[in-house]
């Protein structure tokens, strides 16, 4: 969820893997962690954001806001009446359920700026300028903050993570008790990641949480012990489920895909479950005709799997991810581009058994394709990016983290891709300066990933900033990247993140 910012507050900073740490919550919903939908190719870092003042200058210049006039901003531990202790982080705030939320009568200041503190229709402006952490710290503030921040509004695209330990209240004689979801109810949550729970547990989740029979979309269970049993009575019970992923769940077999597997999911993620093979895909292929993307990692998936899509799906797929599936070769890739022919983004990354014979046969056929991950792929060389160059005009991200036998040479073909906007050579380690110089005439590109390319000079990098539109480059790792090198970025490339 994207928030509008003013010039002078930095971005919400969230870790790189997308997790952010909820407090407990007054109203017994526990600690969760909130993990936000960012594209995985927005790998960026930043510093710790403060917490603004509450009148931002750009708030300040709204004439639809009546914003009396006022000195000084208001700081939001003046409105609310604490103060923050040195060193403080957002995740180590906790507020007791006993714990009282003072009323807009007893915040500080006079009449006029209690009356501004609560106004829902500067509130309502206000809160969009707050990281998701953020926003669950000022809902501790007082009701009226609260009764604002719980509108669903401000919580679009994140999903709560909850853990098993999270899910109970240990009472005083030791039974443990289910804790309230109602909190996240009242936000609509319409997807949750369930972390390490049983059977038992989601059918808990489901008698528990209000809108876990038609307002759930999204259900991701991760680590959990889930059994065929357990996937059948959440897949039958939760009948607004379009969106399931499985990771790391391991008690499940390919019957249990055969018996709940339901014609609305759409999107469906199985990874590390060490029971998927190739019935899994049959199971998927026939029971899932609206399928639309399919992210797979299952090490005994084989070339016959991908022969299993039916026509429905090849006109309704268009997203294939196929991660660390070791056994697949070409002649799995030639089953997929007769059964797919419209995928728009495909992943063959850590498929080691792919070689440039199996691109050849991606970009003859799948002419639509936008964006491309061959990362982890050792057998791929420059061959197969004048493969990419020729037929895949269309393509505007092309990952090829760890290839190693790629070289300047199959740089030079890339450089006719003129849609190509993001482009990734993570340890790509026969790389040189002068590869670099073939990518000098993308004006196109948006994004360019160096990191961990250990042939590559202060001299050739410094090279880079006549690509000006570009507005991410990530140069981790790398030798050539000197303190002097991001001084002449910041100065010739000040549109330009450069991630040391």
């Known amino acids: 969820m994207s928030n509008p910012r003013n010039g002078d507050t930095k971005p919400p900073c969230l870790p790189r893997n997308g997790l952010v740490k909820i407090p407990t919550q007054p109203n017994g919903l526990g600690s969760a ?35 009396p006039s006022l000195a000084s901003p208001l700081s939001l531990a003046t409105l609310a009446g604490v103060s923050s202790p040195p060193g403080a982080s957002l995740a180590g ?26 106004d829902e229709k500067i509130l309502n402006r206000l809160f969009w300028y707050f990281s998701a952490c953020e926003k669950c710290v000022l809902a501790q503030v007082c009701k009226a903050w609260r009764r604002v921040l719980y509108q669903p509004k401000f919580w679009v695209g994140l999903t709560p ?19 309230s979801l109602q909190g996240f109810a009242i936000r609509g949550f319409d997807g949750f990641c369930l972390v390490g729970v049983s059977d038992l547990d989601i059918c808990e989740f489901i008698d528990n949480y209000p809108l876990s029979k038609k307002g759930v979309k999204s259900m991701s269970l991760k680590r959990s012990t889930i059994t065929d049993a357990g996937l059948e009575v959440m897949l039958e019970q939760m009948q607004g489920v379009v969106r399931l992923e499985l990771s790391g769940c391991n008690d499940f077999t390919e019957a249990g895909l055969w018996s709940s597997l339901n014609a609305r999911i759409t999107a469906l993620s199985v990874s590390d479950c060490i029971n998927v093979a190739d019935d899994a895909i049959a199971a998927i292929s026939q029971l899932l005709p609206n399928l639309t993307e399919l992210n797979l990692q299952a090490y005994h998936v084989t070339d016959t799997a991908l022969a299993y899509f039916t026509a429905k799906q090849g006109y309704t797929t268009h997203t294939l991810r196929l991660n660390s599936c070791w056994e697949i070769t070409n002649h799995g890739v030639v089953n997929m581009v007769h059964s797919l022919p419209n995928l728009s983004v495909l992943s063959l990354s850590g498929c080691s058994k792919v070689t440039d014979d199996g691109v050849e ?19 791929i060389t420059d061959m197969a990016l004048e493969y990419i160059a020729c037929d895949l005009h269309k393509l505007e991200e092309l990952v090829l983290d760890r290839c190693v036998r790629i070289t300047d040479t199959g740089l030079s073909y890339l450089s006719t891709m003129s ?47 006549q690509l000006q539109e570009l507005e991410e480059l990530e140069l981790t790792n790398c030798p050539g990247a000197t303190p002097e090198l991001f001084k002449y970025f910041s100065q010739h490339l000040p549109c330009c993140m450069v991630i040391e």
């Open 33 to 67: 962690s909130i993990t936000k939908g960012t594209p995985a190719v927005k790998n960026r870092l930043c510093q710790p954001s403060s917490v603004p003042a509450i009148l931002s200058p750009a708030l300040a210049h709204h004439s639809d806001l009546p914003i």
């Open 93 to 118: 705030l906790n507020a007791s359920e006993g714990s009282e939320q003072p009323s807009p009568e007893r915040l500080p200041g006079s009449p006029s700026e209690r009356q501004l503190a609560v």
């Open 161 to 179: 993570v909850l853990h098993t330990k999270e899910l109970y209240n240990i009472l005083p004689g030791g039974e443990k008790e289910f804790v």
């Open 361 to 379: 046969l991606v970009a003859e056929n799948l002419r639509k394709l936008r964006s491309l991950d061959l990362s982890w792929c050792p057998r």
């Open 419 to 465: 849609s190509l906007r993001s482009l990734y050579l993570r340890w790509c380690c026969q790389v040189q300066d002068f590869g670099l110089k073939h990518l000098l005439s993308m004006g196109s590109l948006r994004l360019l990933s160096l990191a961990g390319c250990p042939l590559l000079t202060t001299t050739g990098l410094s090279g880079l900033v």
